[in-house]
Each structure stands twice: as structure tokens, then as C-alpha cells.
């Protein structure tokens, strides 16, 4: 299916999906980029679609691609931001992983970050990729699976 065509559809979807909540809640914006769908949802009760961490937001987002993949048939991924928390969380862990990541390189002692989600850690990962005197891994099992950001051997 066209992007053009799904856009609309996904509009209709998401904003019955909200109707349905009950709360004070609208789409923003819906835009499709390089296979994602990139929702912003805002409104009185955005905290209440947020939670603790983010938990909430990541739970909300896994079940808006099933629904939207199930009725259109397609492939995609979804990144929902609901009242710029992604985005200033995004920021956030983006200037810790550098600040941490310089701290290894100078101390050459390892830095291990508290559990977080997968989208979480994926970004420290790809923030810190480019940088030649660290690395980084994933240990630990969900849901206390988390990065260490290591000197470069």
C-alpha cells in the first residue's frame, strides 16, 4: 500500500483507538519515514499514557503496531511520542552516553547503566558506535538487561 493511502488510514485508526480511552488525548502528528511510522500524541491526560519510565508509552506503542499491523497489513515500525517525552528522554540519554562514554575513555574503568528498555539501550548503543575508545554491550536478561559502556581494548 502507497504511503499516501496509509497515512490517512492510520489517522483514522489511531484517533478511534483514543476515542475509545476515554481520555483527553489527540494525534498531533503521524508521518511515515524509512519504514517507521512517527506518531505524537498530546493532551490533558498525556502523563496518564506515559507511566513510570516510560513504561506505559513503550506498552501503548507495542499495541498500536498490532493493531494498525493487523488491520493494514503491513510492515513497519512505530515510534510514539506522547507529549515530548521521547524526545527530551532521547536527548537525555544521548548526553549520557557521551559524558559517560568520555569518562571510560579517560579512566579506562567500565561504566554499566541501570536496566532499560530495548529502544533505550539501542540508542546508547548507536550514539556511542562512531566512538573509536569505547564499546558497548547489552547484558542481563529482561526485563534488568542493560548496557556497559567498556574502553576500547
Given at each position: 500500500?502507497?504511503k499516501e493511502i496509509?497515512?490517512?488510514k492510520?489517522?483514522e485508526?489511531?484517533?478511534?483507538?483514543?476515542d475509545?480511552?476515554?481520555?483527553?488525548?489527540t494525534?498531533?502528528k503521524a508521518?511515515w519515514?524509512?519504514?517507521?511510522?512517527?506518531?505524537d500524541?498530546?493532551?490533558e491526560?498525556?502523563?496518564?499514557?506515559?507511566?513510570?519510565?516510560g513504561?506505559v508509552?513503550?506498552?501503548?506503542?507495542?499495541?498500536?503496531?498490532?493493531?494498525?499491523?493487523?488491520?493494514?497489513?503491513?510492515r513497519?515500525?512505530i515510534?510514539?511520542?506522547?507529549?515530548?517525552?521521547?524526545?527530551k528522554?532521547?536527548?537525555?540519554?544521548?548526553?549520557l552516553?557521551?559524558?559517560?562514554?568520555?569518562?571510560?575513555a579517560l579512566?579506562k574503568?567500565?561504566?554499566?547503566?541501570?536496566?532499560?528498555?530495548?529502544?533505550?539501550?539501542?540508542?546508547?548503543h548507536?550514539?556511542?558506535?562512531?566512538?573509536?575508545n569505547?564499546?558497548?554491550q547489552?547484558?542481563?536478561?529482561?526485563?534488568?538487561?542493560r548496557?556497559?559502556?567498556q574502553p576500547?581494548?
Amino acid at each position: 500500500m502507497e504511503k499516501e493511502i496509509l497515512i490517512p488510514k492510520i489517522k483514522e485508526i489511531i484517533s478511534e483507538f483514543l476515542d475509545k480511552s476515554g481520555l483527553d488525548i489527540t494525534l498531533k502528528k503521524a508521518e511515515w519515514a524509512d519504514q517507521t511510522i512517527f506518531l505524537d500524541l498530546e493532551g490533558e491526560d498525556a502523563k496518564h499514557l506515559i507511566g513510570e519510565r516510560g513504561e506505559v508509552l513503550f506498552e501503548i506503542e507495542h499495541l498500536l503496531k498490532a493493531v494498525l499491523r493487523r488491520k493494514l497489513k503491513e510492515r513497519f515500525y512505530i515510534n510514539l511520542d506522547i507529549a515530548g517525552y521521547r524526545k527530551k528522554k532521547d536527548r537525555y540519554l544521548r548526553q549520557l552516553a557521551r559524558s559517560l562514554a568520555q569518562e571510560v575513555a579517560l579512566t579506562k574503568t567500565e561504566k554499566e547503566l541501570p536496566p532499560m528498555p530495548p529502544a533505550e539501550r539501542r540508542i546508547i548503543h548507536l550514539e556511542l558506535a562512531s566512538m573509536p575508545n569505547v564499546t558497548t554491550q547489552s547484558i542481563g536478561k529482561e526485563p534488568n538487561r542493560r548496557v556497559i559502556i567498556q574502553p576500547y581494548p
